[in-house]
Structures are given as C-alpha cells and as structure tokens.
C-alpha cells in the first residue's frame, strides 16, 4: 500500500505547522512499514492543487491523507464534507484573499471523504488521543485543497481513496496566550493510527459522530 500524507507550509506570519511537522515525523517512521510519503504544500489558493496532483503523479498512492492546521481545537479532527466555496477570512501565502468564489466552476457544491471517517476516529482514540468527527473543514486553504483532492479522484483518479484532517496548534505555537495544543509527537501518533484504518477499513463504522450545531 502506498500512502501520500500532505501537510502545509506556516500561514498567517507563523514559523510552525503543525501538520507537516507531524506527517514529516510519520515518514520518517513509517517510510517502510507503511508505505507512507510526505510532502509539503503551499499555503495558496490553486497553486495548492496543482502541487497535490503532481505529487500524486509522482508517487502513484493508494490513499492521500491532506492534513492542515486548524487553531482553536482540542482535538485532531477528521473532515467528513469540503464544500466547493473559497472566502478567506485572511490572506493566503501569495496576498490572495478570495472571497464568495467557487473552487472549480460548476463543480458539485460538495464532496464527501472516501475515507472511513469514523473508524478513522476511532483508531486514534483507540490510541489514547483525542480525536472526533469534523463536518466543516472552513473556508480556507485546507477546504480548497480537500475539495480539490476529491475533485481530482472524481475527474481523474478514481482508483484514489482520499480525505482531510485538521490537528491542533503546536504547544510552541500558543506559549503568550490561552488556546488547546498538542504536542506534534501524539499528532503524529494520530495520523499513524488514522492512515492504518484507512488503510485495512473501505466500510466505515457505525458509530456516533454527528453533531447538534
């Protein structure tokens, strides 16, 4: 089994991502055992996209996991839906902040993973660590680059099975001020654990996952 994990670039005036952090630390692991390759994409608007399809190109995975950095929550958090909508509350890497614009014109206004997201779930907190069900990967970078993930299985690699995690800040990200972290080692623990239930599981489990609000 081939694996590619994708994990971003600092944004918005950082020196650390915590996802490529952690799925450069899973390479490295994992390499052999797993199959696992890493690369790093950037932070920008459609060039993101291109450089995920030419590293899809060029290492013929089985899966792809894209894994971005999402501020504020506790947990590492598999994406159920990307939605075909870019309106950046920021600017990207580039200075590009679009805003109420579709990511493929005349897309479908959705996609799901084709991950098992649940059992996804599952296998991390079997591992001891935090993690839930998200039904919103936001309007940004991470959304653009899984809708674009799922828009490049459904038009050009439908052997392809694929989705999108969001991880918390590094605790060095949030030193000055009060928000969740987790350390890149137990992230990357996650992503392990994540990538080998994707890997043995094509049904997902029937469990509680959804959400009130």
């Avoid at 450069?24 to 291109?50: D, I, K, N, S, Y």
């Avoid at 309007?139 to 490049?152: I, R």
Wanted: overall charge negative; glycine content about 8%; charged content about 15%.
């Amino acid at each position: 089994m081939r694996i590619l994990l994708a994990g971003f670039e600092p944004f918005d005036g950082a020196t650390v991502n915590p996802s490529w952090e952690a799925v450069r630390m899973v390479e490295q692991l994992h390499a052999v055992q797993l199959g696992v390759r890493a690369v790093q994409l950037p932070c920008v608007f459609g060039e993101v996209t291109e450089r995920l399809r030419e590293a899809i190109v060029e290492h013929g995975p089985e899966v792809v996991v894209c894994v971005g950095q999402a501020g504020g929550r506790h947990a590492v958090t598999v994406e159920r839906v990307a939605i075909n909508l870019d309106d950046a509350r920021i600017a990207d890497n580039a200075g590009e902040q679009p805003i109420d614009q579709p990511i493929v014109p005349g897309g479908p206004a959705a996609y799901f993973s084709t991950l098992p997201v649940k059992a996804c779930v599952a296998a991390a907190r079997k591992a001891g660590i935090p993690a839930s069900v998200s039904q919103s990967a936001g309007t940004f970078v991470c959304n653009h680059v899984f809708y674009g993930l799922m828009h490049l299985i459904a038009t050009e690699f439908p052997q392809l099975r694929g989705g999108f995690v969001h991880v918390p800040y590094a605790p060095e990200q949030v030193l000055d001020h009060a928000e969740p972290s987790m350390p890149v080692a137990l992230v990357a623990e996650a992503l392990t654990a994540i990538v080998t239930a994707a890997v043995l599981l094509h049904d997902d489990l029937r469990l509680v996952g959804g959400a009130i609000h």
